[in-house]
């Protein structure tokens, strides 16, 4: 049966296109940018992260595990280098020396917010809490190791694979309240500090099968990954830190001791371990490919079909479902004949989230990518652009032998982040 | 030799691209600038404009440093500063606009109890500002263009007498040469009667008059709107307020009105030694 190749790139781009379009339509610009404790991926980052309808590496545990079944050969891939910080991050850091030093001064001061001698203090500290005030402070760590085994019976395709990392995600920032006013240090007086500092552990497994349906050229991949979480964890959400417990330690009463103390309500600067959360709970996705002739492929992905933390002294919590539908579509096989060196991946996607499902927002978040990669023996080459619900990305890299290098430039609603990883991939 | 079909390849490129040049953007810090809770539109304009009116009056109440708090005398202005008649017609707008904050954020509080005191006690002490600041400025300027009402100003005050008041040697003698005391009211002009019931009223609710029925004026001017309280209830509701924020800040706030109450002494004193009646309301 011969089905010109014409008709898939016809049928993939406007599919792309609807997906873009219809989801432009139903989205709103001002929505959250939910963040679901997902494992994220420099590779992925660079193309927005429209990535499930591709999904042919390691990644694939996180963004589809129905991926995995496209993997032909043993895999093994060990990331000792994954870092994502935001550009506020990487900017406070370079002099973090002297904040540190003028907090030390100000805490042992017995007067801190009278004592003349330390009025430069107080004024570097607001000139940088001004500073803060408009940054986001994130940083996002992995060091993830996985194995994959692919398996052939028939014309059928298997893999299974393991995979445990350890990953850390933390962000500060300051959240206006109150008035606006002119002079910022009336302004910051009623902000809020807001932290959310999370490290996690896991291990788990995943497989996937992928069965061809003759005669048409397609294949149907599913694949299934479940994992085991260790969590510890320490934010104020619920009682966000305000200025005024950084400025009055024992609380409003001004009685050491008592439930309002800042130690009570947050954690013992001295101590701050104490105050982790430490939670144990579990994690599945469930995904499937449809993928014509390796040309065009669509996806759907529900990650976190269950998913639930036990905290050993506070409530429950669920992990937030999320349905994915993406596609990808390779431009560089549609030359005739094909580019063997060449990819050139058109990639979009759509996110529905569980904890707006009762919201009028149809659609959480559009991701729309492109991938180039020029392959060689040897080395291979990558660039890779996207859009993020509205917001750019960029990304690069190199893959050199087993050494696999990448960087990404993501942009969301809260920040700018910048990615880099090292991934020994053999 | 192999072919590549642009004319395919070409047209997805150009709309994916035209896709993506349509939906770029990165995080601008500007896409915060927004109404943050515990706020409203209504009031962060509002003290837009109070704050706008009072620099063009020549003041400004910033604070450059957390530990300014401590010390709200730092702020107060050169009476020559408040001596003209511009800045004291701003003050009646300014004082408009800080009512019209406060009662914005008032209702933001009581809707919602974890929003933060210290907008409310910021603005109170704007206010007690605002009203001190117009209270010296009619006696200012009421006595051109002899010189009746001399204010000091005495930044580095030890004793926290910031300012210190009296009338002029002149006014002095022709008090001195006034036989009988129902006539002192006499020895200021109508203008500088007004001032001294005006003054009295903005800076402690009172109601002074002249002893004698017949010396006018005898009615405030200022007990209309905007003018709906007085200066030492708003220094004394920001201290309360600071109290549930920071109490060290109240502390110090205490000890600041305490000199404010000295001035208002004075002005009592003043008033009831120049033949008026200084007579608090029932509810103080």
Redesign the interface.
């Known amino acids: 049966m011969c089905i010109r190749r ?1 008709i898939f ?1 016809i049928t993939g ?1 406007t599919l792309i ?1 609807l997906l ?1 379009f219809v989801a ?1 339509g139903f989205s709103d610009s001002g929505n959250t940018d939910t963040r679901l404790r997902q494992y994220r991926a420099v590779r992925p980052l660079g193309m927005a992260e429209a990535f499930a309808a591709i999904a042919d590496d390691g990644d694939a545990f996180y963004y589809n595990p129905a991926g995995l079944a496209n993997i032909r050969k043993l895999r093994i891939d060990l990331q000792p280098i994954k870092l994502i910080p935001t550009q506020d991050f990487y900017d406070e850091m370079r002099d973090l020396e002297q904040l540190i030093d003028d907090i030390e001064a100000i805490n042992e001061s017995e007067e801190p ?4 001698n ?2 430069d203090e ?2 570097r500290l ?1 000139d940088r809490m001004e500073r803060l005030s ?1 940054d986001n402070l994130g940083l996002d760590a992995a060091a993830p190791a996985r194995i994959i085994v692919p398996l052939h019976v028939g014309d059928y395709s298997l893999a299974i694979g393991g995979i445990i990392h350890g990953w850390s995600e933390s962000q500060v920032y300051i959240r ?8 910022f ?2 302004d910051i ?2 902000d809020e500090v807001v932290y959310n500092i999370m490290a996690e552990t896991s291990y788990g497994g995943a497989a996937a099968i992928e069965v061809p349906i003759q005669p048409l050229p397609l294949e149907l991949s599913f694949g299934l990954s479940a994992r085991r979480i260790y969590r510890w964890q320490m934010d104020d959400e619920d009682d966000p830190l ?1 200025i ?1 417990d950084l ?2 330690p024992d609380g ?1 009463d ?1 009685i050491e001791g008592t439930a309002d103390d800042f130690t009570e309500r947050y954690f013992d600067p001295e101590d701050p371990w104490d105050s982790v959360l430490k939670g144990k709970g579990y994690s599945m996705d469930i995904g499937t490919i449809a993928s014509f002739d390796d040309i065009f492929s669509l996806a759907v992905v529900l990650q976190n079909l269950v998913g639930k933390i036990e905290y050993e002294e506070e409530e429950d919590e669920e992990i937030p479902q999320n349905l994915g539908i993406s596609a990808a ?1 390779n ?1 560089a096989k ?4 094909d ?1 063997p060196t060449l990819d ?1 991946i ?1 990639a979009a996607g759509l996110d529905k989230n569980d904890e707006t499902w009762d919201t009028d927002e149809f659609i959480d978040k559009t991701r ?1 990518g ?1 991938e180039i990669i020029w392959s060689l023996p040897s080395i291979a080459l990558s660039g890779r ?3 993020n619900h ?3 990305t960029l990304g690069t890299g190199v893959q050199l032998f087993f050494l696999d290098l990448d960087y990404a430039f993501f ?6 982040w910048h990615a880099f990883s090292l991934n020994l991939a053999f | 030799m ?4 642009y004319k ?2 070409i047209l ?2 150009l ?2 691209s035209s ?2 040049l349509f ?5 601008d ?1 500007d ?2 600038l927004v109404i ?4 409203t539109l209504e ?2 304009n509002a ?2 404009q109070a ?1 706008a009116k009072l620099e063009s009056a020549g003041i400004i ?10 010390h709200p005398e730092d702020l107060l202005p050169d009476p020559i500063d408040l001596a003209n008649a511009e800045s004291q017609k701003k003050f009646g707008e300014v004082i408009e606009q800080l009512n019209i ?1 406060l009662a914005e ?1 008032e209702q933001e509080l009581q809707a919602d109890t974890s ?2 005191v ?2 409310q006690a ?2 109170n002490l704007y206010l007690g500002f605002v009203y001190l600041f117009d209270s010296i400025s009619r006696l200012l300027i009421s006595d051109d263009p002899a010189e009746t009402f001399i204010v000091e100003f005495n930044p580095d005050a030890t004793d926290n007498k910031w300012y210190t008041f009296d009338v002029s040697a002149a006014t002095h003698a022709k008090l001195d040469a006034t036989e009988d005391p129902l006539d002192y009211p006499l020895a200021f002009t109508a203008k500088e009667r007004q001032a001294i019931i005006d003054a009295a009223d903005l800076m402690d609710d009172a109601i002074v008059k002249p002893i004698a029925p017949e010396i006018q004026p005898r009615l405030s001017t200022v007990d209309q709107p905007p003018y709906s309280s007085y200066a030492m209830w708003h220094f004394e509701k920001a201290a309360e307020l600071f109290g ?6 109240r502390d110090a706030l205490e000890e600041f009105n305490e000199s404010i109450e000295e001035l208002r002494e004075w002005l009592q004193d003043g008033a009831e030694g120049w033949g008026f009646t200084y007579t608090l309301p029932p509810w103080r």
Do not use: H
Not at chain 1, 176 to 183: E, F, H, P, Y
């Open positions: 014409d790139w781009l296109c873009v432009n917010l009278e004592d003349p330390l009025e107080r004024r607001i408009q206006r309240r109150g008035l606006k006013w002119a002079d240090v009336k007086l009623d305000g005024e400025i009055s409003k001004g579509l431009l549609l030359a005739t004949p580019i050139i058109l729309l492109l652009i996207g859009s509205g917001y750019l942009a969301d609603q809260g920040t700018n | 192999m072919k590549i079909n395919r390849n997805p490129m709309i994916f896709i993506l939906s770029f953007g990165c995080y810090e896409d915060d943050a809770p515990c706020s009031a962060d003290l837009k704050e109440l910033s604070f450059d440093e957390p530990g300014q708090l401590m904050v954020i929003c933060s210290s907008d910021l603005i549930d924020y920071k109490p060290d800040v």
